[in-house]
């Protein structure tokens, strides 16, 4: 008693002399290595200035779980109390987002929110791969089981979790002894843990959360761009500017901004897909489909190649996160991406046909057939005015008198060779 007295006069008076600061962070959508980095960083930033706690808003559907298990490294093994919660109402904490919930020091959730649903996705199928989905999932139990046991959790509730991908809402989690408490909003949260004891490290430290001050970490710019292009759809978006970039520069080469443009999209694209659950049929289908295309622009089949192309395309964005329900492109944007991108490849193939059979005007092949007009006689040479340039010709018979229109046959040097026009 004497102790727990001491601690609270201790923590009392550094909180008289200094700030009452906790750090925010939101994770909203897939979880992938930008969200470890955010966790990360927040709790190195709240630790270096000396934060009272760390408050993390959860509304995720899920995402990676290697990235999960980074992050939820940093939370238990972080000395700033983490605390979690899952909001506004409405909010999810979903498949990895549970993970990372329950290994906060202190688990709240909003009126109308729900967690659990943590069954790992598997990105095949078949006989031989359910013994490895097996080995998954009980991999999966022991570490949801650790993180629930660790922070003194519903260890049965956590298990069902993965394996029967149960999900709770805010009333059934607290019965079930999954979170801490309810709070309707932020306010609500810091008021209800004010003065809770928690240990870590050993170490008993008194949550002073009322009338803290919260500070959002500054969001690098780097960290906003791969954010960004780590959301399905834009990566999907930029694939398909990366694959019409390619196209053009094969098909014109010499261009030079389709090519840079559509590389860079392409790498911005691969980036954010790797971060992201694909299947790795439906990323191989789409590769083979961009083979088609380039095929089609360079040889061009009318019809075969592209045909096959936008076949294959489409077969490739369906099943591209056929596993993961959540996290998908929306057959809408496909087709409109499919018709798109076999238009302007069309577009791309008649213009290069249309240039290729236009007359030459450069050059020999340029000039051989052209009109012109005699300035002086030609005896059998002289000088004629063609092109809008004046030349030194020679006839190819005769002679010719000044102002007669004449027509190249031609070329020696830079001597025309021409004849005269008499039935013009």
């Given at each position: 008693?004497?102790k727990?007295?001491?601690?609270?006069?201790?923590?009392t008076?550094r909180?008289?002399?200094?700030?009452?600061?906790?750090?925010?962070?939101?994770i909203?959508?897939a979880?992938?290595?930008?969200?470890?980095?955010q966790?990360?960083?927040?709790?190195?930033t709240?630790?270096?200035q000396?934060?009272?706690?760390?408050?993390?808003?959860l509304d995720?559907?899920?995402?990676?779980?290697?990235?999960?298990?980074?992050?939820?490294?940093e939370?238990?093994?972080?000395?700033?109390?983490v605390?979690?919660?899952?909001y506004?109402?409405?909010?999810?904490?979903?498949?990895?987002?549970?993970?990372?919930?329950?290994?906060?020091?202190?688990l709240?959730?909003?009126?109308?929110?729900n967690?659990?649903?943590?069954?790992?996705?598997?990105?095949?199928?078949?006989?031989?791969?359910?013994?490895i989905?097996?080995?998954?999932v009980?991999?999966?139990?022991?570490?949801?089981k650790?993180?629930?046991?660790?922070?003194?959790?519903?260890?049965?509730?956590a298990?069902?979790?993965?394996r029967?991908?149960?999900?709770?809402?805010e009333?059934?989690?607290?019965?079930?002894?999954?979170?801490?408490?309810?709070?309707?909003?932020i306010?609500?949260?810091l008021?209800?843990?004010?003065?809770?004891?928690?240990?870590?490290e050993g170490?008993k430290?008194?949550l002073?959360t009322?009338?803290?001050?919260?500070?959002?970490?500054?969001?690098?710019?780097?960290?906003?761009?791969l954010k960004?292009?780590?959301?399905?759809?834009?990566?999907?978006?930029?694939l398909?500017?990366?694959?019409?970039?390619?196209?053009?520069?094969?098909?014109?080469?010499?261009f030079?901004?389709?090519?840079?443009?559509?590389?860079?999209?392409?790498?911005?694209?691969?980036?954010?897909?790797?971060t992201?659950?694909?299947?790795?049929?439906?990323?191989?289908?789409l590769?083979?489909?961009?083979?088609?295309?380039?095929?089609?622009?360079?040889?061009?089949?009318?019809?075969?190649?592209?045909?096959?192309?936008?076949?294959?395309f489409i077969l490739?964005?369906?099943?591209?996160f056929?596993?993961?329900?959540?996290?998908?492109?929306?057959?809408?944007n496909?087709?409109?991406?499919?018709?798109?991108?076999g238009?302007?490849?069309?577009?791309?193939?008649?213009?290069?046909?249309k240039?290729?059979?236009?007359?030459?005007?450069?050059?020999?092949?340029?000039?051989?057939?052209?009109?012109?007009?005699?300035?002086?006689?030609l005896?059998?040479?002289?000088?004629?005015?063609?092109?809008?340039?004046?030349?030194?010709?020679?006839?190819?018979?005769?002679?010719?008198q000044?102002?007669?229109?004449?027509?190249?046959v031609?070329?020696?040097?830079?001597?025309l060779?021409v004849?005269?026009?008499?039935?013009?």
């Amino acid at each position: 008693m004497k102790k727990i007295l001491l601690i609270f006069l201790i923590f009392t008076l550094r909180n008289i002399l200094s700030d009452n600061v906790g750090y925010i962070l939101n994770i909203e959508g897939a979880i992938g290595p930008i969200t470890y980095y955010q966790v990360k960083n927040v709790i190195s930033t709240a630790k270096a200035q000396n934060a009272n706690f760390i408050l993390i808003i959860l509304d995720t559907p899920g995402g990676l779980l290697t990235s999960t298990r980074k992050t939820v490294q940093e939370i238990l093994s972080s000395d700033v109390p983490v605390i979690g919660f899952v909001y506004p109402s409405g909010a999810q904490c979903a498949s990895a987002g549970t993970f990372i919930a329950l290994s906060c020091h202190i688990l709240a959730m909003a009126p109308a929110t729900n967690i659990g649903a943590a069954h790992p996705v598997t990105l095949t199928g078949g006989e031989t791969q359910e013994k490895i989905e097996e080995k998954i999932v009980n991999d999966t139990v022991s570490f949801i089981k650790t993180i629930a046991r660790h922070r003194g959790r519903n260890e049965k509730w956590a298990e069902k979790a993965v394996r029967e991908s149960i999900s709770s809402t805010e009333e059934e989690a607290l019965k079930e002894g999954v979170i801490d408490l309810k709070a309707k909003d932020i306010n609500e949260l810091l008021e209800k843990i004010e003065g809770r004891i928690l240990e870590i490290e050993g170490k008993k430290i008194i949550l002073n959360t009322k009338n803290a001050k919260l500070k959002e970490t500054k969001v690098e710019l780097k960290d906003r761009i791969l954010k960004f292009v780590s959301d399905p759809n834009i990566a999907y978006i930029l694939l398909i500017i990366g694959i019409w970039g390619i196209i053009l520069e094969f098909s014109h080469p010499g261009f030079g901004i389709p090519g840079i443009v559509g590389t860079i999209a392409l790498i911005l694209a691969f980036f954010g897909l790797h971060t992201l659950p694909i299947n790795l049929a439906g990323l191989i289908l789409l590769i083979l489909s961009f083979i088609f295309f380039a095929l089609e622009a360079i040889t061009p089949t009318f019809g075969i190649f592209i045909i096959s192309g936008i076949i294959t395309f489409i077969l490739g964005s369906l099943m591209l996160f056929r596993k993961m329900p959540e996290i998908k492109i929306p057959i809408f944007n496909i087709l409109i991406a499919s018709i798109l991108t076999g238009f302007f490849l069309w577009m791309v193939i008649l213009f290069t046909w249309k240039t290729k059979k236009r007359k030459v005007t450069t050059g020999k092949e340029g000039i051989i057939g052209e009109k012109g007009r005699t300035i002086t006689d030609l005896n059998p040479e002289g000088l004629i005015f063609i092109h809008g340039e004046y030349w030194k010709a020679k006839t190819i018979s005769g002679s010719i008198q000044k102002d007669k229109k004449v027509r190249v046959v031609d070329i020696e040097g830079l001597m025309l060779i021409v004849e005269e026009i008499k039935d013009e």
